[in-house]
């Protein structure tokens, strides 16, 4: 079993950044790829990043790509997402999730475990 913890969400004005972390305990971290989902009131959940096992390679989607940078630290068992320029449609409960498959894995289908999701509010 797999315990994922998010913190680092909150209030914050557009074009402001927040720091997401996901805190994993469990089994070995290093054996699961990591992603970032986010979902809005009344929208389906969402795909925004993913980082292999390594933390080698990442993938964004295309609203992230070029503000948020996802980053794993596997002595700490820790994953991160920095999220920079915020706007207001990313506002938004974020989830982290590990993946035992490697690579880049973009549904949610592909996920075997979940955080409780932590509020991001981006103000205008």
């Known amino acids: 079993q797999v315990q994922l913890v998010e913190s680092g969400g909150g209030l914050v004005q557009a074009g402001g950044s927040l720091r997401l972390s996901c805190a994993v305990s469990g089994r070995t971290f290093r054996n699961y790829a990591m992603g970032w989902f986010r979902q809005a009131p009344g929208k389906e959940r969402e795909f925004v990043a993913v980082?292999?096992?390594?933390?080698?390679?990442?993938y964004y989607a295309d609203s992230a790509k070029g503000r948020f940078t996802i980053s794993r630290d596997n002595a700490k068992n820790e994953v991160y997402l920095q999220m920079n320029s915020l706007k207001p449609e990313d506002t938004a409960v974020y989830y982290c999730?590990?993946?035992?498959?490697?690579?880049?894995?973009?549904?949610?289908?592909?996920?075997?475990?979940w955080g409780q999701g932590t509020q991001v509010t981006v103000s205008s």
């Open positions: 980082i292999s096992w390594s933390g080698g390679s990442t």
């Open positions: 999730a590990a993946s035992p498959w490697n690579g880049v894995r973009v549904t949610s289908k592909d996920y075997d475990y």
